[in-house]
């Protein structure tokens, strides 16, 4: 059983954000993150964070995006997800 299997908290939650923003999870994973959304303000929080940035980056041209403000994001996302996660336990 691979980890999308278990959509479990919002460490797994992220790991599919790209895939269900793409459309590209399949329905049992899909129907969970999208359950995972209904409970968890984090998550919705985190989707629509996403979701603005996607907007955004369109409107600047899609210019891309240098490698370190991929690293920062992808770091602060991490960390403020194992928050979450220690919070809910």
Do not use: W
Not at 54 to 62: E, K, Y
Not at 66 to 88: A, M, S, Y
């Amino acid at each position: 059983m691979s980890e999308k299997d278990e959509l479990v908290g919002c460490e797994a939650f992220l790991m599919t954000i790209s895939e269900y923003l793409d459309d590209e999870l399949e329905d049992k994973i899909r129907m969970q993150f999208e359950k995972h959304l209904t409970y968890c303000c984090s998550a919705r929080a985190m989707l629509h964070t996403v979701e603005q940035t996607i907007v955004l980056h369109q409107q600047a041209g899609g210019e891309e995006l240098p490698e370190v403000v991929h690293v920062r994001l992808r770091e602060f996302i991490e960390q403020n997800v194992k928050g979450e996660d220690q919070d809910e336990e």
